[in-house]
């Protein structure tokens, strides 16, 4: 498995992250552990969660992706073969929330218990924080790192103008920065990422590690019609947001770059972004051992240019740059 560089944290991860948002929520414990061990013992290193998961499944109250992950580290011993992330600043409840000083102390040891770890190799920022100064946050992060707590920090759902700010200030000040960034992106979702946070991520040497890398599965070609809205739980916000004229123009040119390769539309969906220069890692999930080797395997493929450009043809939006 070659391995690539997050930002510049020292961090070498796996060309894909197992996305945690899965497990306690559409994959129980023993299946979560199963593909787990799937994952490291297929060469991947990369598994990504957030304390917030997945308090939005009745009942839960945040913590059980976490939890889940941290039983199977306690059992199989394997906490040195993974780079493990996650995240901070989601509504917990109670007031749980943001990245105050106080609160950061108070969701890292947390995260640390239910991990069942004493170290968080990418901590991120889940959502950024207008109301409390990024030197603060920045500033509790560093105490984190130097206590050994945390090795490298990272944002997700940043602005371009936001993330460059909070470089700037970790600049001035020598405080430890954000080295990777968790944006949004995909074949269907391109134009925030790439009009202006890409060309701040490649120019600053900020890791990119994706979120919603399938699309929610829409690219995977499970959803092409209405009638497909039942296939899984999250089928009919899917099917709304993506199954339109350009949607269906994707999955056909996923479709074309597919045959030829023996590879299915979200192996290709997968390989595009990893083929793009500033992708560190897409995150995707798998809810099952037959997903997982898919995920895999697309690891393998290596797209050529001209299966590139068409993928990019049939996803350019109007306001993105192919």
């Not at 701040?200 to 994706?210: D, K, P, Q």
């Not at 290596?302 to 043809?313: E, G, N, Q, V």
Request: glycine share 10%.
């Amino acid at each position: 498995m070659e391995l690539r560089a997050l930002g510049r944290s020292g961090l070498q991860v796996s060309p894909l992250a197992f996305g945690g948002n899965v497990f306690g929520w559409t994959v129980d414990e023993a299946l979560s552990f199963r593909l787990l061990d799937a994952w490291v013992d297929a060469g991947f290193n990369f598994v990504d969660t957030a304390d917030v998961y997945s308090a939005w499944v009745p009942g839960h109250t945040g913590g059980e992706s976490e939890t889940i992950i941290g039983k199977w580290l306690k059992q199989t011993g394997k906490r040195n073969r993974i780079v493990l992330a996650t995240k901070v600043g989601k509504p917990m409840g109670d007031g749980k929330v943001g990245l105050s000083p106080a609160y950061i102390r108070e969701a890292v040891d947390a995260s640390l218990r239910r991990l069942k770890t004493d170290h968080i190799d990418l901590y991120q920022s889940h959502d950024d924080d207008a109301n409390t100064p990024l030197e603060d946050s920045l500033g509790t992060f560093a105490d984190l790192i130097k206590a050994g707590k945390v090795r490298a920090i990272g944002a997700s759902n940043y602005t371009a103008p936001r993330l460059a700010e909070a470089l700037d200030v970790s600049e001035k000040l020598g405080l430890p920065r954000y080295e990777s960034l968790q944006p949004l992106y995909n074949l269907c979702d391109r134009a925030v990422f790439e009009d202006a946070l890409e060309p701040l991520c490649l120019a600053r040497g900020v890791g990119v590690i994706n979120f919603y890398a399938l699309a929610a599965g829409f690219l995977t070609g499970k959803y092409r019609s209405q009638a497909d809205v039942g296939k899984s739980p999250r089928g009919a916000n899917t099917t709304k947001k993506y199954l339109n004229d350009r949607g269906l123009r994707i999955l056909d040119a996923l479709d074309a770059a597919a045959g030829p390769l023996g590879a299915t539309p979200g192996q290709i969906a997968l390989a595009w972004q990893m083929a793009r220069p500033a992708i560190t890692a897409p995150i995707a999930s798998a809810t099952s051992m037959q997903q997982l080797d898919e995920l895999v395997a697309a690891t393998r493929l290596k797209l050529d240019a001209a299966t590139i450009a068409a993928l990019d043809a049939a996803s350019a939006e109007a306001s993105a740059t192919p």
